[in-house]
């Protein structure tokens, strides 16, 4: 994992996170930058969250004084909802669509 990665800083927390918690850097950054919802969250924070399959990636992340985007933090649920496919997927059929 890269503490610069995508144009987004990450947080040592939120690389032990993911390590911890088998989640990829990859589909963390694809959760914070395409989100299928967000909320508000704690401290001028936003959580951003996205279902793979039957696992849903929650990221929480904010902005610096700089403006530069900080993750904070990275999990996984399994979801309850309806199944929706990878982001990869998603992109592909949006780009030869």
Do not use: C
């Not at 990829?24 to 969250?41: E, I």
């Amino acid at each position: 994992m890269q503490r610069d990665f995508g144009g987004v800083i990450w947080t040592n927390h939120a690389m032990d996170r993911m390590s911890q918690r088998g989640i990829s850097q990859s589909d963390a950054w694809a959760t914070w930058r395409n989100p299928q919802q967000s909320k508000k969250g704690n401290n001028n924070s936003w959580v951003y969250y996205r279902t793979y399959g039957n696992e849903r990636i929650e990221v929480v992340a904010k902005k610096n004084e700089r403006g530069e985007w900080f993750i904070l933090s990275v999990w996984s649920k399994a979801s309850t909802g309806k199944k929706t496919e990878s982001f990869w997927r998603f992109l592909l059929k949006k780009i030869f669509s």
